[in-house]
């Protein structure tokens, strides 16, 4: 079964207030809960602001460090979960959930 890549995209910036983000932490954990129950659960995760990134390029017979996200842009990957779905409604489906709890955009994608 196909498995797809959930990617929540965050705006650049301050995080929500204490009990905002509690309140999404929580609901999120319930749809992980139930994706765990159904069995399309294969893995989740936050990450660190952009600002935080690393991108390591190589160039010729160098490798290039540079500090920060690699594309410049007003928001970045800031979270994602993988799951395993029948297909691309069901993945879509699950991003929806997402989306709703946490009024971000939620891209999909097939892995290869």
């Keep these: 079964m196909p498995q797809y890549l959930l990617g929540i995209w965050q705006p650049d910036g301050g995080t929500p207030d204490p009990e905002v983000l509690a309140d999404i932490a929580a609901r999120l954990e319930a749809v ?3 994706m765990k129950a159904k069995g399309v659960w294969v893995f ?3 990450l660190h602001p952009a600002s935080a990134a690393k991108v390591v390029r190589a160039s010729g017979d160098d490798v290039l460090y540079t500090d ?5 842009g007003k928001e970045h990957l800031g979270g994602f979960t993988i799951v395993t779905a029948p297909g691309p409604e069901a993945a879509t489906e699950w991003a929806g959930r997402i989306s709703e709890i946490t009024t971000l955009p939620v891209e999909v994608r097939e892995f290869h």
């Design 32 to 34: 992980t809960d139930e």
């Design 44 to 46: 989740s995760g936050g």
């Design 68 to 72: 920060g996200p690699f594309a410049e």
